[in-house]
């Protein structure tokens, strides 16, 4: 759930952290553009997904994570690939893309949907021999991709289609990666296509509007987020 540049990043109270050891629970945050998962982790101690767990509440946070759906928007762009199938990513491939009309992409989306096989991408947190392979890859290493791994989408909605631009509502299950689908889709319509936005929305019984931006990573809002 991206949000903000990196270098705005909030710093929280160092009297606000030590007392977060007493509480135990999940809640959600709005996490902003630039930062990772380690940088929110360092700021509030915790364990992040979308949602963070404390204390006892990262056993249930894992838990939760493993078997509940996603709900992600991401909106791509046709025309052009990259490297790390997102803005990320250094350009791989530029096609024509005047011939995909709406009904087309409403028809080749339909085909992604219910269980699929998907390859996740290479620079992805997925490790090979324990390290993860974006790091090998940045590290100029040749790293082959992890072979298609069974995956569902539960549903796929065409939001706007403003081509080269395309907005997406994705609802999927554990180990899905959206960048790939956006990969995949712009192959699947005779083009290319990367991401270039995606905010997660929801992650099983948490919203987006129930997640917790900045300026509330304090004490007393995570302490309430924790309690409802």
């Known amino acids: 759930m991206d949000m903000e540049h990196a270098e705005n990043r909030p710093e929280m109270p160092p009297s606000s952290i030590e007392p977060l050891s007493r509480l135990s629970g999940v809640f959600a945050v709005h996490k902003p553009v630039g930062w990772t998962s380690a940088d929110v982790v360092r700021k509030i101690r915790g364990v992040l997904c979308t949602v963070l767990g404390l204390g006892k509440g990262t056993k249930q946070l894992h838990d939760l994570l493993n078997t509940t759906q996603k709900r992600y928007i991401a909106e791509g762009l046709l025309g052009k690939a990259t490297d790390t199938?997102?803005?990320?990513?250094?350009?791989?491939?530029?096609?024509?893309?005047?011939?995909?009309?709406e009904d087309t992409f409403r028809q080749t989306m339909d085909t992604f949907t219910g269980e699929q096989m998907q390859v996740a991408p290479i620079y992805s947190a997925l490790k090979v021999g324990g390290e993860r392979m974006s790091d090998r890859v940045r590290r100029g290493e040749t790293v082959e991709p992890k072979p298609p791994r069974s995956v569902v989408v539960h549903s796929l909605e065409l939001l706007s289609f403003n081509p080269p631009h395309f907005q997406l509502g994705v609802t999927c299950g554990a180990g899905f990666y959206v960048r790939s689908l956006v990969h995949d889709l712009g192959h699947a319509v005779d083009s290319c296509a990367h991401l270039t936005s995606l905010c997660r929305v929801q992650q099983g019984i948490f919203t987006l509007e129930q997640a917790l931006p900045p300026e509330k990573w304090t004490l007393p809002d995570i302490e309430a987020a924790v309690n409802t």
């Open 85 to 101: 199938s997102d803005t990320g990513g250094e350009i791989t491939e530029e096609k024509p893309f005047d011939h995909v009309t």
